[in-house]
């Protein structure tokens, strides 16, 4: 089966990916790395607040909400 790349926002909730690319420079890009959004790693979205943003995703053992246009920002592989 061939993988199909989506940005984290699209990817359905209970649903794995693994990221592939961080699409972003500067701070933002330092703090998702600090949190853990590295290439290789597996994330799963959880939650989705009652507005649709944030969402929280399962990430190396640890839960955490990033805002839409965040998540816009990584490529992941399904």
Same mark, same amino acid.
């Given at each position: 089966?061939?993988?199909?790349?989506? &940005?984290? +926002?699209?990817?359905? %909730?209970?649903?794995?990916? =693994?990221i592939k690319k961080l +699409?972003?420079?500067?701070? =933002?890009?330092?703090? %998702?790395?600090?949190?853990?959004?590295?290439?290789?790693?597996? *994330? &799963?979205?959880?939650? =989705?607040?009652?507005?649709?943003?944030?969402?929280?995703?399962?990430?190396?053992? &640890? %839960? =955490?909400? *990033?805002?839409?246009?965040?998540? +816009?920002?990584?490529? *992941?592989?399904?």
């Open positions: 089966m061939k993988q199909q790349e989506k &940005t984290l +926002n699209q990817l359905p %909730l209970n649903t794995k990916g =693994i +699409n972003c420079q500067g701070n =933002i890009r330092r703090r %998702l790395l600090d949190l853990g959004f590295v290439k290789g790693a597996s *994330i &799963t979205p959880v939650l =989705i607040s009652p507005s649709q943003d944030p969402r929280a995703f399962s990430i190396r053992g &640890t %839960l =955490i909400a *990033i805002r839409k246009e965040d998540a +816009n920002l990584i490529t *992941i592989h399904i």
